[in-house]
């Protein structure tokens, strides 16, 4: 879905930004910054972004490392 938004003419702004950030972790174990962190966190708190734009902005926050589980013993 990223690429395909990278490459749409129809895609907004932040989708191709989201879809930038998701494929440059795709293949790799860098994470996003705080800066895109919170800009991710910001469409899916909001009513005005599309269904792709929240998916795309889960999608980068699902690769930050405050989504990784900790686990205690």
Same mark, same amino acid.
């Given at each position: 879905m990223a690429s395909s938004i990278l490459t749409g003419s129809g #895609? #907004?702004?932040i989708q191709k930004t989201l879809a930038g950030y998701v494929l440059s972790q795709a293949s790799s174990s860098d994470q !996003?910054? !705080?800066e895109m962190e919170g800009v991710a966190s910001a469409v899916m708190q909001s009513d005005k972004y599309s269904d792709t734009t929240k998916s795309l902005a889960a999608s980068l926050l699902s690769q930050s490392n405050r989504c990784e589980p900790s686990y205690t013993f």
């Amino acid at each position: 879905m990223a690429s395909s938004i990278l490459t749409g003419s129809g #895609s #907004s702004q932040i989708q191709k930004t989201l879809a930038g950030y998701v494929l440059s972790q795709a293949s790799s174990s860098d994470q !996003a910054g !705080a800066e895109m962190e919170g800009v991710a966190s910001a469409v899916m708190q909001s009513d005005k972004y599309s269904d792709t734009t929240k998916s795309l902005a889960a999608s980068l926050l699902s690769q930050s490392n405050r989504c990784e589980p900790s686990y205690t013993f």
